[in-house]
């Protein structure tokens, strides 16, 4: 069964900084492309940042470009977002997200999500 | 970026209804649209792929349409458990783009 469980969320003060994990269980993590996807609390999903699966390209949102920093370790099986300068409009629940292999930029698999509040 | 528009914001419905919600995209995105459900306190679940393809395990009350600016999502009779909020997202290219919901809503 494929599982993905968020961890790292918080409160956090503008400018500070955080850090993300999502373990991932249940499937050939190496091999899938991987994103993190935002939802301000009360508001629509934000797509934030893209892996693939050797790392090799990754993208951003133009919202975190420069402050955020997604990575990978698939010895562990985990995803990461490392995240700098924050924000109140930062504040928002993560996902992680198994990008389809065979049915295009599509979000197969999500995991619960964990909550980032910015806040002083 | 590719803005992806969703109408209605809400719709209030009753068990049995039929429900139509629809998805512009700024620019064609040939068949390369999903939509995704999602419940409060969960995560979104993948209904519809392709515009048109139904992910496996997902009611076939469930069904999808359109292809280039323009697409459908259709719940032929709601149930209970679809009264929640629905998202469409265009799989055509980065950055990865939501329209912005519509919340089914019980009548």
């Given at each position: 069964e494929v599982q993905l469980v968020e961890s790292g969320g918080g409160l956090v003060q503008p400018g500070g900084s955080l850090r993300l994990s999502c373990a991932a269980s249940g499937?050939?993590?190496?091999?899938y492309e991987m994103n993190w996807v935002r939802q301000a609390p009360g508001k629509g999903l934000e797509w934030v940042s893209y892996i693939s699966g050797s790392a090799s390209t990754i993208y951003y949102a133009d919202s975190v470009r420069g402050r955020f920093t997604i990575s990978r370790d698939n010895a562990k099986n985990s995803l990461y977002l490392h995240m700098n300068s924050?924000?109140?409009?930062?504040?928002a629940v993560y996902f992680c997200a198994r990008l389809s292999m065979v049915r295009g930029l599509i979000f197969d698999y999500w995991g619960q999500g964990t909550l980032v509040t910015v806040s002083s | 970026d590719i803005q992806m528009t969703q109408s209605p914001s809400s719709v209030s419905a009753s068990v049995g209804d039929r429900v139509t919600i629809s998805c512009r995209a700024?620019?064609?995105?040939?068949?390369?649209l999903a939509w995704y459900q999602q419940k409060p306190g969960k995560a979104p679940k993948l209904l519809?792929?392709?515009?048109s393809s139904l992910q496996s395990g997902v009611p076939s009350r469930f069904s999808g349409s359109g292809s280039g600016t323009d697409f459908t999502l259709t719940i032929s009779s709601l149930q209970p458990e679809d009264f929640a909020t629905y998202y469409c997202q265009q799989?055509?290219?980065?950055p990865l783009t939501f329209g912005g919901g519509t919340k089914v809503e019980i009548k």
């Open positions: 499937f050939m993590f190496s091999s924050l924000r109140a409009e930062d504040t | 700024s620019q064609g995105i040939s068949s390369w519809i792929y392709a515009a799989a055509n290219r980065f």
